[in-house]
């Protein structure tokens, strides 16, 4: 997630590569963060030092010592991990911090990430949505609701790429070949996602656009609900979120 945040920045227009500083164990990764413009260290307290918004990018068993580690007195400190609260957030950093908790999905080495951006203080005028803009689409929301939104675009990334495969595989079993298969249903799921965009209307007003009386989509549609479809849907997201 670190890596497609950094991705992002990188292509996107919102700060210089090299006012990009990025921190990490991996020699691999520093080398191809470098050759793109970023500064790059492996002393996180060097990169931390260096920066005014600090962005935390571990798994959670390693939040903590990571952030009790750097020094983060009146810096912005953002924070990606699952499952941290922010009472643990504010143990382990400054109380001159400004801190928020973010969790964003992969689609941000692409500018298209939906992230979910909790404030959990700010005493500074720097807000971190303008930066998450820059990489996709931002919504501010409560702590409580951080888990449904990690599920629902975090995890949703792969719950998506989960359908693609399956009516791409479907597509082989129709006679075309993979990558055919493959670059149709990706194409219409692009439509069907700029068809919501423009028009503002609910999924189901547009799907009734294409259902004709006997015709072969409603036959498919209420196949696909025989088996579950909306209902494995709801609760796939719903375990994500327990």
């Not at 798994?59 to 009146?74: R, S």
Request: glycine share 10%; with cysteine; net charge negative.
């Amino acid at each position: 997630m670190g890596g497609a945040i950094v991705e992002g920045l990188l292509k996107g227009s919102y700060v210089a590569n090299d006012n990009l500083i990025v921190s990490d164990c991996s020699e691999e990764r520093l080398q191809y963060f470098s050759e793109k413009g970023a500064r790059v260290t492996k002393d996180n307290a060097q990169a931390a030092a260096e920066a005014d918004v600090v962005v935390v990018v571990v798994k959670p068993w390693l939040v903590e010592q990571v952030l009790k580690g750097i020094d983060t007195a009146n810096k912005t400190v953002v924070l990606v991990a699952a499952g941290i609260t922010s009472e643990q957030l504010q143990s382990w950093t400054s109380p001159d911090a400004d801190l928020w908790l973010a969790i964003p999905n992969i689609a941000a080495s692409e500018l298209a990430s939906m992230t979910f951006l909790v404030q959990v203080r700010q005493k500074g005028a720097y807000h971190p949505k303008a930066l998450f803009d820059a990489i996709g689409e931002t919504i501010m929301t409560d702590e409580k609701h951080l888990a449904a939104g990690t599920t629902l675009a975090s995890c949703g990334i792969a719950y998506a790429l989960r359908y693609i495969r399956a009516a791409s595989e479907g597509g082989v079993e129709l006679g075309f070949k993979a990558d055919d298969a493959k670059q149709i249903v990706m194409q219409t799921v692009l439509g069907a996602v700029k068809l919501l965009e423009t028009s503002g209307k609910h999924p189901e007003q547009l799907i009734d656009q294409v259902t004709t009386p006997g015709g072969v989509t409603i036959k498919g549609l209420n196949e696909m609900e025989h088996a579950g479809f909306t209902s494995s849907v709801i609760r796939g997201l719903k375990a994500g979120a327990k």
